[in-house]
């Protein structure tokens, strides 16, 4: 079993379009986190919740809305595609929050916006 | 705010013992180092955390001195596998940024 999986693994859309990454997590962790690496391998946090509830939001623009149904699942929806939205989008979980907590990844979302 | 500084990138030979080292200078008394390594098209994975001296595991060592400003992750006979962006991460459970720093990408020859 995937500790941590995300789909779909590709998304390939036009700008102005709505799309949504799904995340989930079967390690029993509170807090789970989305990341977004650029082309330049930058691995910049963006969200991070605890058992359902927004702990760390980023600088990011509010087309990007986290959804936490429980505490197992962590979607991503992001509104207005843009070009620069292009980039790997990861998933992860901890059992603690911060930074002391060790982090588990998906395998990441390769987003390309046309 | 931990910031870490690491080198950008470093080149090795299979067999040999491969050493990053990372540089912390205002740690906080409460942060842990965490070291994670990632592949080309994988997420980031795990291989060691420490918070002082020396940490061992199956995967690697974590030498931590006294003053905890630096730490340095030890690979012992690294292979062609081994060849990956190693990140060092800095933190606790305060109401601090998670930042991932630049990371150094470790090359390893034949």
């Known amino acids: 079993d995937t500790a941590v999986s995300q789909t779909p693994k590709y998304l390939v859309t036009q700008m102005g379009n709505d799309k949504s990454i799904k995340c989930e997590q079967n390690?029993?962790?509170?807090?789970m986190y989305w990341y977004k690496q650029d082309s330049k391998k930058f691995l910049k946090i963006m969200f991070s919740?605890?058992?359902?509830?927004?702990?760390i939001n980023e600088t990011v623009p509010n087309r990007f809305s986290p959804k936490s149904p429980d505490k197992a699942h962590l979607n991503l929806h992001i509104n207005s595609l843009e070009l620069g939205d292009s980039a790997v989008y990861f998933c992860?979980?901890?059992?603690?929050?911060?930074?002391?907590?060790?982090?588990?990844f998906g395998a990441g979302t390769r987003l390309s916006v046309l | 705010l931990a910031k870490t500084t690491q080198p950008i990138s470093m080149d090795s030979y299979e067999g040999q013992e491969v050493n990053i080292t990372c540089s912390h200078n205002?740690?906080?008394?409460?942060?842990?180092i965490t070291w994670y390594q990632q592949f080309p098209s994988q997420g980031p994975r795990f291989i060691i955390q420490?918070?002082?001296t020396k940490v061992t595991n199956e995967v690697a060592s974590l030498f931590i001195p006294a003053d905890r400003k630096s730490s340095t992750l030890s690979l012992p006979r690294v292979s062609l596998s081994d060849t990956a962006v190693y990140y060092c991460?800095?933190?606790?459970?305060?109401?601090?940024?998670?930042?991932f720093g630049k990371g150094t990408r470790l090359h390893i020859l034949p």
């Open positions: 992860a979980s901890s059992q603690f929050t911060r930074g002391a907590g060790v982090q588990y």
């Open positions: 390690l029993g962790h509170d807090t």
């Open positions: 919740y605890n058992n359902k509830e927004l702990i």
């Open positions: 205002n740690i906080a008394t409460n942060d842990y």
């Open positions: 420490g918070y002082k």
């Open positions: 991460l800095v933190g606790g459970n305060r109401d601090d940024k998670i930042i």
